[in-house]
């Protein structure tokens, strides 16, 4: 992976927010991404993210689901071991709809859990470089990627402009590496030491 | 916000088109205790005719104690996104006493033996050597009787002066220029909180008194909660059309795209939630196959075949594949579209519920009566409900949730 430079801007409130993602895009800027503390929605449309693709996946993994419990069954329960059932048919469809549902729904969840990890890039072990503490408290932080040829202090200014209360700039790791935050450098911890 | 448009006042076409509705209905009814009758039977007594104007006494009248319940669980959920449309609620539980006053009335015809929906009613039921002597029934009628008449008025009473009073102290509320304690909201938590309690055992035994009692000899613990959940999917669904009208013919602008998706939400839900309850009780009585439980469904199997697989697809299959996406949760035209098609298939479901344990084998399908009827009650309902509607202002004033709801968004 690689290091880049970012310049980020802290936003308190949504109605700041949406607006300064409407003007920061429409200068060109590249945002990286926008973090928050809670799901804020329409946020991805503001951004021009394409849609989720994770349903489809878990239609996907449903069907899959489906296919097993009907196969497994219906194998089970005609070919490898017919078993009499109070005089029901061997092949009792009735009977099997829950486990049918149990395992559309099981896989489908469990799926979905596992590719939204995947697209996060979340698992144990795994480390990414925090942009700014306060994006699982209160402040919604908007992380514009650098290039160049960008004036950083220029930006930062923009952002001001545009509503944002703490803009800076930071030389972060992008992707993914393995550490763990007890040992590992803390970035929210060197930076805020508030004078007694 | 265009405040001049919060005072409805009832379009002269839609009191025009619930008068037409009545009419045709008071019409087909006529014509249907005049024509109801099967030769040979002397036992028939026009049992088709007050079968179906039972379903459409009670289907109505449960979609309204529903809506009661619904607004009791915003209440007592504290829930916010739905205060926007409290009036709406509201003006749908206003056709309670309407259905319970042709429920009363059933009952009482049915003790004077007008009409033999109810089995248990018949003369020497329980007397031993009576040519109507049954002996199942005998060895329960201490439930029925006069133990039944009691809780049918203890629903009655008790269901009337929640809904009432909720009404009553959110119209209140309204009138003070500013409710610094959200007194009247508190009355109403509580209020709801008991209602709930009310509501959790009522709508289970009203549904074995009032339909399950239909089929005496026939007994099912689920079948309160599968009633229940056809009630609560037909208030969702009449609450959500008549917002979108509302919003059609210029009115309620205030509600936001996020409160009908949260709407198409529950129509969503609750057509699970019924699917659920119906299978359920299928699946254990085809299951476990004991006479005195499957003849409930062999009835339905033998002579509604047609009408029980419309209902289970029409009220399971085709709101699952409609309503799933986002889009059309959020698409008026398609939850107008999609809450009509399954408002007539709950209807049906109680038409399910009705007529195999009174017109049995003598049924000959879904025919003019069944819709003539529906429309009778229909328009009487349009009529309640926008009455109502038209007496007080379409948002609420004093409500600690106002400005929440207005900015729901999801």
Known sequence: MAKKKFVIGCFDNEDVLFPAV????TAGYKIQDVYTPFPVHGLDHALGMRE????????????TGLTTAISCISWIFTKDWPLNIGGKPHFALPAWIPIMFELTVLFAAVGMVLTFCYLCQLAPGVKKHHFHARATDD????VIECTDKTNTDDLQAFLSNAGALETNLQIAEEGWWFGRYDQDEMPFESTQIVAA | MNTEKLNFTVPSKARMFSFVLMAVG???IILMFLTDHVEGDENYHHTRAWSNVFAGSFFFMALSLAAAFFLGLQYAAEAGWSTTIKRVIEAV???LPWGLSFMMLLFILGQFHVHHIYHWMADGIATSGHENYDEAIANKIGYFGTFWWVRTILYMFG????????????LEADKLDIDINNSFHWKNIKLSAWFMVLFAVTSSTASWDWLMSIDTHWFSTLYGWYVFSGMWISAIIAITILVVWLKKVGYMEFVSESTMHDMGKWMFAISFLWTYLYFSQFMLIWYADIPEEVTYFQTRWESYKALMWTVLFVNFAFPMVMLMSRDTKRNFFFLMFVGTIIFIGHYLDVIMMVMPGTVGHYWTGLSWMEFGNFFFFLGLFIYVVLNALAKAPLLVKNHPFLQESLHHST
């Open chain 2, 93 to 95: 539980t206003m056709y």
């Open chain 1, 22 to 25: 409407k003007k920061v895009r």
């Open chain 1, 52 to 63: 989720t693709s994770l349903h489809t996946a878990g239609f996907i993994y449903g069907v």
């Open chain 1, 139 to 142: 402040t919604f932080v908007m």
């Open chain 2, 159 to 170: 269901w009337l002066w929640f809904t009432l009073k909720l009404r009553k102290n959110s």
């Open chain 2, 26 to 28: 008071l019409l087909s």
